[in-house]
């Protein structure tokens, strides 16, 4: 009988250890996240660099295209563009929280000295060349006007296109003061170069923030002047020839910016810091490039080389 009780403990224990070995071991499952955490990803994913550019509204356009073009070219790069104006992406530059100031005027000595006093020295990059298209309701008769009959159009010493060769009230329409545009039409036309004049910008303007916001009022308004960038002109305005030195009528175009026949034409800028980031240095030598300045003729603009 012992021998029967020893032998029956001894199959049990046997059995007992097959199944303890055969069973599989159990799964321990991750902590459950805590509110707000968000899943981390592996540790070999590649991380993205993302570049500001912000600024120029004039630049907008062209500097979203060069951004989605790099993006599909360089797969760890993003380049987040937004616009406001020259003015604000100066300011971002010198307040760092931009890697790219687009500006459509050059940087003022007051902007370079506030960026000096935060440690930073702007380097200017010219990336492209505009003409800024005086543009006028598609039922507007004026199909040409001169430096000086613009000069008195925007200063409201010419209020009625009777004058000019149209009819009825002149509505003016600008860019807003933060705009490098409207820092560039003020100084080349209203003032006509002449920075000792006190000729300025007619308190009837209306101000709007975009070159696209411009020309939709225009499209719209019989009576409308205004002024864009080359790049936002299409079919829905009529754009005027501008007479220059030489006497001619010249309509805004790529050809006649690039020859300088066009006498309302001015260099793009993009700022960064005279030592940018590996990244923003390799964006800029890209936009550049052959490709990069392709791009910038695309999007209706005159390349820099």
Known sequence: MALRKSTLYLVLVVLTAGLIAGCPKPEVSEPPMGPGEMPQPPADTASVTTLQAKGSDTLLQVAQALAEAYAEKVSDVEVAVTGGGSGTGFQALIEGTTDIANASRKIKDKEVDAAKAKGIEPQENVVGHDGIAVIVNKDNPVSALTIQQLSDLYTAAINDWQAVG??????????????????????????????????????????????????????????????????????????????NDAGAEVLPSVDTVKDGSYPISRPLFMYTSQEPSEATAAYMEWIMGDDGQAIVADEGFVPAH
């Open 166 to 243: 149209g009819t009825g009230e002149v509505a003016l329409m600008s860019r807003d003061t933060t705009s490098g545009t409207y820092e560039y039409f003020r100084e080349a036309v209203v003032k006509q170069g002449d920075k000792d004049t006190d000729l300025d910008f007619a308190a009837s303007i209306i101000m709007l923030p975009s070159n696209s916001a411009i020309r939709d009022e225009v499209a719209k308004n019989t009576a409308a002047i205004g002024y864009i960038g080359l790049g936002y002109l299409d079919d829905s305005v009529k754009a005027v020839a501008v007479v």
